[in-house]
């Protein structure tokens, strides 16, 4: 057996002093370097909206508040996202793919009943759709949902245990079957049809993107609309948008952490960060990365860039996101039964 001298053992005790010390700092304001910082735990799309997002509204809140403060952001599949502020991730904010993913970070009490209230359109303060990405000249000539479950489509898809960006293409891909089918049995046997086709089932939304165009793998994209969007801006003349018939209006959710924000004293600043994102600046800036602005009359302005006509299922079309979730998304429910989880 080894043995510490008594002066390691002063060592040791003086640095275990320090690092609590420092932690207890850490949790006075968030401070580091005398600026005050939040955390946004976001999911995978937003990733660039937000590195625009945060100097914005970092010179409005030194300007409005007179104080400077520094945002830090993490990016995954927003169920994995979820799931790391509910073991441990100091996130102030979350700013996730789909309700859900919120409603499970509350049952643990770490964000407050109520939050879907807090700020307006239900937290949701852009909204997006579910369409095809497909490469230049559209090959396999995909037009429609019913062109996925053709023999010869590859299709690519994040994977809706992990992805809150899955659970809208399940969806989406189920609302156009309930449009033409209106049988359970055959809109079932659509949709799993349609997962026979795929190849490769990422973790992540950006992950698939990945898969789609820097591995070359597939033929479809099963995406978000801004994804889309952002990745033909990236590759000009190398891909093509494709807007199905039938999509779902799919709602990302904003919410405080509680729990954090008043451990770090943060609740402040958090809130102005939720609540700038409704500013026209904001909205103006979520609508040129591809989302659409909650605002109308926005919304309105870039009628060019989105399809505004587009028949749009809405979640409580499936009983709100708990009702769909037990009856798709969970353990031992309908995803895991046609995919042969």
């Given at each position: 057996?080894?043995?510490?001298?008594?002066?390691?053992?002063?060592?040791?005790?003086?640095?275990?002093?320090?690092?609590?010390?420092?932690?207890?700092?850490?949790?006075?304001?968030?401070?580091?370097?005398?600026?005050?910082?939040?955390?946004?735990?976001?999911?995978?799309?937003?990733?660039?909206?937000?590195?625009?997002?945060?100097?914005?509204?970092?010179?409005?809140?030194?300007?409005?508040?007179?104080?400077?403060?520094?945002?830090?952001?993490?990016?995954?599949?927003?169920?994995?996202?979820?799931?790391?502020?509910?073991?441990?991730?100091?996130?102030?904010?979350?700013?996730?793919?789909?309700?859900?993913?919120?409603?499970?970070?509350?049952?643990?009490?770490?964000?407050?009943?109520?939050?879907?209230?807090?700020?307006?359109?239900?937290?949701?303060?852009?909204?997006?759709?579910?369409?095809?990405?497909?490469?230049?000249?559209?090959?396999?000539?995909?037009?429609?949902?019913?062109?996925?479950?053709?023999?010869?489509?590859?299709?690519?898809?994040?994977?809706?245990?992990?992805?809150?960006?899955?659970?809208?293409?399940?969806?989406?891909?189920?609302?156009?079957?309930?449009?033409?089918?209106?049988?359970?049995?055959?809109?079932?046997?659509?949709?799993?049809?349609?997962?026979?086709?795929?190849?490769?089932?990422?973790?992540?939304?950006?992950?698939?993107?990945?898969?789609?165009?820097?591995?070359?793998?597939?033929?479809?994209?099963?995406?978000?609309?801004?994804?889309?969007?952002?990745?033909?801006?990236?590759?000009?003349?190398?891909?093509?948008?494709?807007t199905p018939s039938v999509s779902i209006l799919a709602?990302?959710?904003?919410?405080?952490?509680?729990?954090?924000?008043?451990?770090?004293?943060?609740?402040?600043?958090?809130r102005a960060y939720l609540e700038y994102l409704y500013?026209?600046?904001?909205?103006?800036?979520?609508?040129?990365?591809?989302?659409?602005?909650?605002?109308?009359?926005?919304?309105?302005?870039?009628?060019?860039?989105?399809?505004?006509?587009?028949?749009?299922?809405?979640?409580?079309?499936?009983?709100?996101?708990?009702?769909?979730?037990?009856?798709?998304?969970?353990?031992?429910?309908?995803?895991?039964?046609?995919?042969?989880?």
């Open positions: 057996m080894k043995h510490r001298s008594k002066h390691g053992k002063k060592r040791i005790g003086t640095v275990v002093m320090l690092v609590s010390a420092l932690m207890m700092l850490a949790g006075c304001g968030n401070a580091k370097d005398g600026v005050l910082t939040i955390t946004n735990v976001s999911y995978d799309p937003t990733r660039e909206f937000y590195e625009a997002y945060n100097p914005l509204f970092e010179t409005y809140y030194q300007k409005n508040y007179g104080e400077e403060v520094e945002v830090i952001q993490s990016h995954g599949g927003s169920s994995a996202q979820a799931r790391s502020v509910v073991e441990g991730s100091n996130a102030d904010v979350v700013t996730l793919a789909l309700e859900h993913d919120i409603t499970l970070i509350e049952q643990t009490k770490l964000i407050e009943p109520g939050w879907k209230e807090e700020f307006a359109e239900d937290s949701a303060p852009y909204t997006s759709t579910i369409v095809f990405l497909v490469r230049r000249g559209n090959p396999k000539q995909i037009q429609d949902w019913d062109d996925l479950v053709k023999p010869d489509v590859e299709i690519i898809t994040p994977d809706p245990k992990s992805s809150g960006g899955a659970c809208w293409n399940f969806l989406a891909a189920l609302s156009y079957a309930k449009e033409n089918y209106h049988n359970t049995n055959q809109e079932l046997d659509f949709v799993q049809r349609l997962y026979e086709q795929v190849s490769v089932m990422d973790s992540g939304a950006r992950g698939s993107t990945t898969t789609f165009v820097e591995n070359g793998k597939g033929d479809v994209l099963i995406a978000w609309e801004n994804e889309a969007i952002a990745t033909m801006k990236n590759y000009p003349d190398e891909y093509e948008m494709i709602q990302p959710s904003v919410a405080i952490v509680d729990d954090n924000a008043n451990a770090n004293g943060t609740q402040e600043v958090s500013s026209d600046e904001a909205q103006r800036l979520a609508a040129d990365y591809g989302y659409r602005p909650s605002n109308e009359e926005i919304l309105q302005e870039f009628s060019d860039r989105f399809d505004l006509n587009l028949t749009l299922y809405t979640i409580d079309d499936y009983g709100g996101w708990d009702k769909a979730y037990e009856t798709y998304f969970d353990d031992g429910a309908i995803f895991d039964e046609i995919y042969g989880y």
